[in-house]
């Protein structure tokens, strides 16, 4: 555990020399922070869970950042403290409940309880692509352009996060692109990894899930 903690300061060392170092953009946006919520809740869990996602925002305008989303989820949101974006949220705790508990499928009355489980965002790793706030809808090519400029950093986060599970949410055309810098990875080609909707997609949320937990638990080895 220590070994760990250790190896995950000095990722969030080389994250903040990395993006610190970019470019200014032109509002001055500073990079978002994301990784692991919680350390020892990530390491003792059953499943170590990451969720890749697309890019965070921040505030009316999604400009400004330099703070870090994993810490807010750790302090407020995982306390039961937010209610905002729960279109999002309310899958991803739902879906990690199942996952850690090993329930391979559910139904609208389990996802309502399940989706309560907010303290279970302790134990997932939570990755955006693009780490600036983002400035409108995101867009596919940004996204693809933000991976390709960036994946260096983004491969070396997920190799010392090290999950069991990988839920890609990124776009299709990211997700291809990723498998392909993975297939000769070491540490990641033999990973469970699920390609998925936004957690915020319109369609049925419990189909979304069992989808997910279908792949994790009968098709991943």
């Known amino acids: 555990m220590q070994e760990f903690k250790i190896k995950i300061e ?26 692991i919520v919680n350390i020892e809740e990530y390491f003792n869990s059953s499943k170590k869970v990451m969720w890749v996602l697309k890019e965070p925002r921040d505030g009316e305008n999604s400009t400004g950042g330099g703070w870090s989303i994993v ?16 279109q999002t949220f309310y899958p991803i705790v739902a879906t990690t409940y199942a996952l850690i508990n090993n329930i391979d499928s559910l139904n609208q009355e389990k996802y309502n ?27 596919d090519r940004e996204i693809v ?18 999950p069991d599970v990988i839920i890609f949410t990124a776009g299709g055309n990211v997700f291809n692109k990723f498998l392909d810098r993975v297939r000769s990875n070491a540490i990641l080609k033999d990973k469970c990894m699920v390609n998925t909707f936004h957690p915020a997609h319109r369609g ?4 979304y899930i069992n989808g997910i937990l279908n792949k994790v638990f009968h098709s991943c080895d």
């Open 10 to 35: 000095e990722l969030n060392q080389y994250l903040d020399k990395y993006y610190n170092s970019l470019p200014e953009t032109k509002d001055n946006r500073k990079w978002i922070r994301d990784g």
């Open 71 to 86: 810490d807010s989820i750790r302090e407020i949101r995982a306390k039961g403290g937010s209610s905002d974006s729960q």
């Open 113 to 139: 309880e399940y989706r309560q489980k907010s303290s279970v965002l302790n134990n997932i790793a939570y990755v955006n692509i693009q780490k600036f706030p983002a400035l409108a809808n995101s867009k």
């Open 145 to 162: 352009e933000a991976f390709e400029q960036n994946s260096e950093a983004l491969l070396k986060q997920i190799e010392v996060i090290n």
């Open 204 to 207: 049925n949320k419990v189909d």
